[in-house]
């Protein structure tokens, strides 16, 4: 059963915490992202990794962290320099550079995270 | 500045009838334009995908047009579903750059 998961669902995090959200693919993908969706707000982009050991900040990289040690998989933790981490997060793949003509982003099914 | 506006914010319909979602946008230079639908609480899921020389694409009951000289998007329902509630993002692509998302159209169809 091919396509992209990410853990846990719903996620509370106690202010001052580190908490790490994991995302995991088995389609081949090369590219991997992650996205922050708030109320009334279009998706925005927080990091993203076109290979394996290698990723760039996107446009709110900031309290953010990521590795991409294995094709598979693409954690992110938000630290506690994170000011207001309560949001819908998702994890996305795509088989090269999402912009690209005609390649197909498929999205997890998001983390909730909450600070307590 | 690249941006991508929808319209309505949100659209309550009757299930059984038709409703059109617009997009407007300004990324530039133009690669592709996407629709996806998310249902509440899920990841997005793609509806289309539109170069700059397609007019109109569809997937069953999803039409969705492009015109590229006005930077307008619409997404077309026909014969609506309980099923179709959920918010419809458009998604702009600039040629070999990141997406740039819309904030959704919220559709709820009651029976």
């Known amino acids: 059963d091919g396509g992209i998961t990410q853990s846990p669902k719903y996620l509370f995090r106690k202010e001052g915490q580190n908490v790490t959200l994991s995302c995991e693919q088995n389609l081949n993908h090369d590219a991997m992202y992650w996205y922050r969706q708030d109320p009334g707000q279009g998706l925005r982009l927080i990091y993203y990794?076109?290979?394996?050991?290698?990723?760039q900040k996107g446009d709110i990289a900031e309290g953010y962290s990521v590795s991409r040690e294995k094709k598979e998989s693409f954690p992110l933790t938000v630290t506690s320099a994170q000011k207001n981490p309560t949001a819908f997060y998702l994890c996305?793949?795509?088989?090269?550079?999402?912009?690209?003509?005609?390649?197909?982003?498929?999205f997890g099914q998001g983390t909730r995270l909450t600070v307590v | 500045k690249n941006q991508v506006e929808q319209s309505p914010q949100s659209l309550i319909i009757l299930e059984g009838k038709n409703c059109t979602l617009q997009?407007?946008?300004?990324?530039?230079?133009?690669?592709?334009l996407r629709w996806y639908k998310q249902d509440t609480g899920r990841g997005p899921v793609s509806l289309t995908i539109?170069?700059?020389?397609?007019n109109t694409k569809s997937n069953g009951r999803y039409t969705a047009t492009l015109d590229a000289d006005t930077k307008q998007s619409s997404l077309h329902i026909t014969a609506s579903q309980l099923s179709d509630s959920a918010s419809y993002i458009c998604?702009?692509?600039?040629?070999?750059?990141?997406?740039?998302f819309g904030t959704g159209t919220r559709l709820q169809v009651f029976p």
């Open positions: 997009c407007n946008y300004t990324v530039s230079p133009f690669s592709n």
């Open positions: 990794s076109q290979i394996v050991n290698d990723f």
């Open positions: 998604v702009v692509s600039a040629r070999t750059d990141k997406l740039i």
């Open positions: 539109m170069t700059f020389s397609e």
């Open positions: 996305a793949s795509s088989i090269g550079w999402q912009g690209n003509l005609y390649t197909e982003a498929f």
